[in-house]
């Protein structure tokens, strides 16, 4: 099993900054991609920002401009950095990351793990 502990959301008035933070523990796990989703209250859970095991970034639409993904390849940490923050970016944020497990005798196990969630509300 690899966990995930986001931390760092929280009240922000609109044009305010948040960062989030996103640490993986666990046992002979390599990552591959790790990135950071949403869910706003009744709408699915929708992409924000991913940095590939290919040191790639791929943003949302809507947090191109304004959000800024960093990842910590060697601590297995992930931050995003959210900056001119809207009402409409209230939502729970959620760390991801997808990679494999090596186990004994040569055994790899994929693994696709979520972080507990971190609330962002932005008030206008």
């Known amino acids: 099993q690899v966990q995930l502990v986001e931390s760092g959301g929280g009240l922000v008035q609109a044009g305010g900054s948040l960062r989030l933070s996103c640490a993986a523990s666990?046992?002979?796990?390599?990552?591959?991609?790790m990135g950071w989703y949403r869910q706003a209250l009744g709408k699915e859970r929708e992409l924000v920002a991913v940095?590939?095991?290919?040191?790639?970034?791929n943003y949302a639409d809507f947090a191109k401009d304004r959000f800024t993904i960093a990842r910590d390849y060697a601590k297995n940490t992930n931050y995003l950095d959210l900056a001119n923050l809207k009402p409409e970016d209230t939502a729970a944020y959620y760390c991801?990351?997808?990679?494999?497990?090596?186990?004994?005798?040569?055994?790899?196990?994929?693994?696709?793990?979520w972080g507990q969630g971190t609330q962002v509300t932005v008030s206008s």
């Open positions: 991801n990351a997808q990679g494999a497990i090596y186990g004994q005798g040569g055994t790899v196990t994929p693994f696709n793990s």
């Open positions: 940095a590939t095991g290919a040191r790639k970034i």
């Open positions: 666990g046992r002979n796990f390599i990552i591959n991609d």
